[in-house]
């Protein structure tokens, strides 16, 4: 026994020095692995074995001479074969191991160390597995989310939302987003019943292409959606307040018409002495300046109540065929007396054979004024100021320039707005309302035509504006208000804001709360 176990240990050795030898040879890298060395002692040990039992067996068939050769021949075909084979198998074998292992380990790194909670949903939305570096925090305020639990705290009409998704993913989406409410398992003082969050989810699939998993990354984004609610909020404000100065101005304007209207009439019947002369000549320059003062007011009143038409959309264009000489001429006629006392020289040019002008001819004439008005006034004595009007590419072109203060480049974005002048209310040396500007913007506006201004301080002033020649460009009302309907005056906007406010976080937390109670 001991002889033969002394004999098995040197074939043991040899096996091992030849089998090392050739595997380090065909291993690439040199390195002689453990389990391809068993292998091929086990493969030794069973040829050994069957280099004896092969040439007796084949003894039995054939004679001795031809047995013994085929069948040493025989083993040691086999054993090269099943050698070669089992190390090729062995070395193929693990490299699925080590893969595996790091899509492992990569799955856990993700569930730490990616921020936010992340979480492993299966093809029906159930969740297998929960992690991510702030899942304590969530999972401080949240329910277990585990299997259907996450949507169970999903607010009841964001889980449509939820399924929506999952089956978007499952009919071949890669990736998508969706912002959802989860409920708190418990509300505190001072905390909100939902928090809103960001869901960032990405399909994973099998080699065919189905869904296997779901993989989901949110973060808090109450924050978020507080700053969006409190800028949709302050526009609510904003429009609500803009809606009430317009029914203010348009009340207001009505309302001062009548009585400016009396002014006026009984101004000119004292100006014109029809029940009795006037005593004094001081007599007859009030009672002209009651005249001027109340013209300018109600000019004043009335631009205000055409600014409030144009901003609610009611002021109605009365499109006909005029020529644009006439309202020029008319414009000139009503201001050469302004810019004769100014010392001013007021000219004109028209393109010839320019036709007549599909528009409304109240609204290019009140355009007209406003400019030339401004113009005037802005302009020191000995200046000039020039009307040109001209066809360019089926628009009519209308310039006014002046040779007056000019305008500083910073303040001309500003020019065009409701009550904006180019001075402070400090400084400036020009009376007006700061709604002449915005007044042409808007009429020029509604016959779909373009503004613009070109000027620099002490250099004067070019406005330029375009109109379609055929009026195609005209802007039709809107319908006409609901009469029926009521409206507070003086709007009450803070009570309306807040019942506003308390009735959409009503309809927004309302059914969730009914399923907690």
Known sequence: MRVLSNIAGRAGALVDRAGGSWLSR?????????????????????????????????????????ALPVGVATVCAGFLFSAIGSIALSRQRPASGPVEAVVVEHRDLMLEAASGLVLLFDPQGSVTAVG??????????????????????????????FLQAVDRLRQGREALGVDLR???????????????????????RDGEGRLTGIVS??????????????????????ESANDAKSRFLAAVSHELRTPLNAILGFSDILSGEYFGKLENNRQREYVGLIRQSGAHLLSVVNTMLDMSKIEAGRYELLLEPFPI???????EAMLALQAKEKGLTLTSRVQRGLGDIVADQRAIQQILINLVGNAIK????????????????????????????????????????????????????????????SLVKGLVALHGGSFAIASAPGEGTVITILIPFDGSGAVAVQPAVDVGRTVDFPPRLKHSLEMNEKRKEEEVNGPAKAKIA
């Open 378 to 437: 802005f302009t020191d004595a000995g200046g000039a100021v020039t009307i040109d009007a001209a066809m360019t590419d089926g628009m009519l072109k209308l310039s006014v320039s002046d040779t007056g203060i000019g305008i500083a480049s910073e303040r001309l974005a500003s020019l065009g707005q409701p009550f904006v002048q180019i001075q402070n209310d400090y400084t400036r040396r020009y009376a007006g309302t700061g709604l002449g500007l």
């Open 132 to 161: 991510g570096r702030d899942r304590a925090e969530f999972l401080n305020w949240m329910r277990d989310p585990s299997g259907r639990g996450f949507v169970e705290q999903v607010h009841v009409s964001d889980r449509i939302l």
């Open 26 to 66: 065909t291993s690439g890298n040199g390195e002689v692995r453990e389990q391809e060395l068993a292998i091929l002692r086990r493969l030794a040990l069973a040829s050994s074995a069957a280099l004896f039992v092969v040439p007796t067996g084949l003894s039995f068939i054939t004679s001795p001479a031809v």
């Open 182 to 204: 989860l409920e708190r398992s418990a509300v505190v003082e001072g905390n909100d019943q939902f928090v809103y969050i960001r869901m960032e989810m990405t399909a994973r």
């Open 217 to 238: 990354q949110s973060r808090d984004i109450s924050y978020d959606q507080q700053l969006r609610d409190q800028a949709a909020r302050k526009a609510a404000e904003a």
């Open 325 to 331: 000489e006439a309202s020029i001429g008319a414009c």
